[in-house]
């Protein structure tokens, strides 16, 4: 399969299956302004994702739960990501992407007001559920979105303004989460994150110019993209480099402490030069991305790779550990904006669909990477759960460049 690097994504296939013309971008300042409300709406939803985590406490007693209930607020979002990525990309097949965008923002900030004023537990989960929706839609529709408001040969760098809001929500929502909560209480902080969502539906209004649907309409256009070969082995690979990252990171707090001397303190320091070193990755895949892919597939996974066999076999030793958490982190980061590149060069006539199936498959990978790395823990050790994630995430990266090669 040969393809044009520098091409427009939106204008390969038959004329069943895509559009007959490239579409008409917007003015370049104007096209990146709206590439930032792409990012800042990310934010917005992927920091509502992680509120609960560091409110967890103050929740339970509130509604008279355990905290491992209180925990599924969590499970929920991801669990939900599954099927909604695909689901919002083949249900809504017409309709103008920018409202769609405007729509699902507008979900999340639905969702942060209902939490804030629930008085039972299942309609704060039912909240959580649509918030889950929004994240996995608006991020789905973001690869589609931004493709068509710049170049090809500048999509990796787009996709890394958009991927920063990620980088940033992971950074700063838990620990903003914790300190908010015990100043003004979980309720309020939740509607804190509804008010940062209408920031973001604003300036989307502002920037995000009108933008057409492409690709043919509804669900046997998932389907048929899934079935491509290149398509569905880049989706596995999706599932191993995300899996084999999560098989690890879950329980890097149980890894920490065979650490001599560890305490939680140097515990949240390693996070956060994970969350630091993640952000860092992030912004330099998108020129990379944009330049030398090939390169990117191979080198991202191989530095989760390498990083969790040395942090697995650090011992005693936190200098070991802390590199390895570096060059983690750098890895990581720069993993959402490699697939997602990947999938605009090997599906230019199926942007819709394929990022509906990347973030399925990222939804995949959290799932089944904490519960592998759930049974290595139980039956093995730790070690094994971290030796058999840098495994993954290698051999993902084969899968990855082999699919490429067809």
Do not use: C
Not at 40 to 49: K, P, W, Y
Not at 149 to 177: K, Q, Y
Not at 207 to 230: I, Q, Y
Not at 255 to 263: L, Y
């Amino acid at each position: 399969m040969s393809i044009n690097t520098a091409s427009t994504p939106a204008v390969v296939g038959s004329s069943r299956d895509a559009p007959a013309s490239a579409p008409h971008r917007p003015p370049r300042r104007a096209a990146w302004a709206g590439v930032v409300s792409l990012g800042l709406g990310i934010f917005t939803l992927v920091a509502s994702e992680f509120l609960p985590a560091s409110l967890l406490s103050p929740i339970a007693a509130d509604l008279g739960i355990s905290e491992g209930t209180a925990g599924q607020l969590v499970t929920a979002t991801s669990v939900i990501g599954i099927i909604g990525g695909p689901l919002v990309v083949s249900a809504l097949p017409r309709i103008d992407r920018r409202w769609v965008m405007v729509a699902l923002t507008a979900l999340a900030v639905l969702s942060n007001v209902l939490v804030s004023i629930a008085p039972v537990f299942g309609l704060m989960l039912a909240s959580r559920l649509l918030l889950g929706l929004a994240i996995s839609g608006f991020w789905a529709m973001s690869l589609a979105v931004t493709a068509q408001l710049v170049p090809a040969d500048r999509l990796g760098r787009a996709m890394t303004i958009v991927n920063m809001g990620v980088s940033l929500a992971t950074i700063a929502a838990v620990p903003a989460g914790a300190f908010l909560g015990e100043l003004v209480g979980w309720r309020t902080v939740f509607l804190g994150a509804a008010a940062a969502g209408i920031v973001a539906l604003v300036v989307q209004l502002l920037t995000l110019p009108s933008v057409p649907p492409t690709g043919a309409p509804g669900f046997r256009t998932l389907v048929r993209t899934a079935a491509r070969p290149v398509v569905a082995l880049g989706v596995l690979a999706i599932v191993l480099i995300a899996g084999g990252h999560f098989i690890g990171f879950t329980y890097l707090r149980p890894a920490f402490e065979e650490i001599g001397g560890a305490s939680p303190a140097a515990l949240a320091m390693l996070l956060a030069v994970f969350g630091v070193a993640s952000f860092a990755g992030n912004l330099v895949a998108g020129p990379i991305a944009d330049r030398r892919l090939g390169v990117l597939v191979i080198g991202a996974p191989t530095a989760i790779g390498a990083a969790t066999v040395l942090y697995a076999l650090a011992g005693a030793n936190p200098v070991a550990a802390a590199i390895a958490v570096v060059v983690w982190g750098a890895g990581f980061g720069a993993i959402p904006t490699m697939v997602q590149t990947w999938m605009a060069r090997v599906a230019p006539d199926r942007l819709e669909s394929s990022g509906g199936l990347v973030v399925a498959a990222f939804q995949i990978a959290i799932t089944v990477g904490a519960a592998v790395g759930g049974l290595l823990v139980d039956s093995v050790g730790v070690q094994a759960a971290f030796l058999g994630g840098g495994v993954a995430a290698v051999l993902g990266a084969v899968v990855l460049t082999a699919a490429k090669a067809r």
